[in-house]
């Protein structure tokens, strides 16, 4: 059973939900920026980072079913709608970006919300998938929406997408520090000391796919980005291992 769209948004009034939303916003603006001249679609309970893509052409909110929806956005035309998960109420290869939040782990069928997201998508699309952590504290926190449902590992989330028929472009993580409001406080802090000491403490895991593969392997097996491409998350391509990541520096 999904959260309800009340308990969502108490959360992310709460200082845990101010967090996250910021921790996640961050990695947002490195993968998408503003998104600019794209139609974006958010899918779960996307709303607190939507408000980020002023460059859009279009963004919409489709909030599942088992979830209830609220208008948004708060001024102005409502951009919001109640929807089946299994069966998007949109034409085919709709939009430019697609962002799933809350979206696969309390999914009655993920693989079939998977392949509608994907449907929905443009040939050269680009989508986010965000989820709970597999072994992180969040995940094991039922004060948060994160800890209810099925948690996910990058591995998981990137048989999902090659099931659906993506490819992983870049991976990245986010919410070292615990949900425990003495140490929210210090979130900045946990955030660069976890990323380097205690990777598998992250509270999220986030997975960029695309329908072609934009990274190349170079001699020795190392990956790197296509240099004619715009950055995606940090660049963590997902083909590189989280040993060979562990000690890298993210760019500014």
């Not at 998977?114 to 989820?131: D, K, N, Q, S």
Request: proline content about 9%.
């Amino acid at each position: 059973m999904r959260r309800s769209i009340e308990e969502l948004r108490i959360f992310y009034g709460e200082p845990a939900g101010a967090v996250a939303r910021r921790m996640l916003a961050r990695r947002l603006e490195d993968a998408w920026g503003e998104a600019t001249n794209c139609d974006v679609l958010g899918l779960g309970y996307a709303t607190p980072w939507l408000d980020a893509f002023v460059g859009a052409r279009r963004v919409v909110a489709a909030m599942p079913g088992g979830q209830g929806v609220e208008p948004w956005p708060p001024v102005g035309r409502n951009r919001s709608l109640l929807v089946d998960d299994r069966r998007l109420p949109f034409a085919a290869g709709t939009f430019d970006r697609v962002l799933l939040v809350h979206a696969l782990e309390e999914a009655d069928d993920a693989r079939a919300l998977m392949l509608e997201a994907v449907r929905a998508m443009a040939p050269a699309g680009r989508i986010i998938l965000i989820a709970a952590a597999r072994g992180g504290l969040w995940a094991r926190a039922e004060s948060t929406p994160f800890g209810h449902g099925r948690p996910f590992t990058r591995r998981q989330l990137e048989r999902l997408v090659r099931d659906a028929g993506l490819e992983p472009t870049a991976w990245s993580q986010t919410l070292y520090v615990p949900p425990w409001p003495p140490v929210l406080p210090f979130a900045e802090g946990l955030e660069q000391v976890g990323k380097r000491v205690l990777p598998g403490a992250a509270g999220v895991v986030l997975l960029e796919a695309t329908r072609q593969a934009y990274a190349r392997v170079r001699p020795g097996g190392a990956v790197a980005p296509v240099a004619a491409l715009t950055p995606a998350m940090n660049p963590q391509p997902a083909g590189r291992s989280h040993r060979d990541l562990a000690g890298s520096s993210e760019a500014p």
